[in-house]
């Protein structure tokens, strides 16, 4: 149901949505308007292209932001960030010492009919 339920009294809801492709949950966001938020994923988020299912569950003003929360620590949606410990990023730092042979030993080398290949020491 993307609409706002109607209410009796004059409670605020705001949508939590979560946008699924084929197999994955993709994001679960916020907002007061749901589908114009998702349009807004689709001008602007490649991922949307894949996304085929919005759920849609509405909660008071103050308890969205908790239940938004709630859903991506536990939920680990691909495209989340805040709140998503499972989307850790990985920095990884390679470096290499390499030795080319200098222009006597190719000389040797080429008289030999060797082939040059440098030496490379990992660290």
Known sequence: MY?????????????????????????????NEPIRRANEHGRGKPWMYSACRIDVEWWREDEIAEAERRAIESEHPRYNVLHNQSRLEVEVEVSAEVRLPSVNELAGMIALGAVAVPTVKWR
């Open 3 to 31: 609409r706002r339920p109607v209410t009796n009294d004059d409670e605020r809801l705001h949508a939590l949505y979560r946008i699924h492709d084929r197999r994955d949950l993709l994001y679960v966001g916020r907002s």
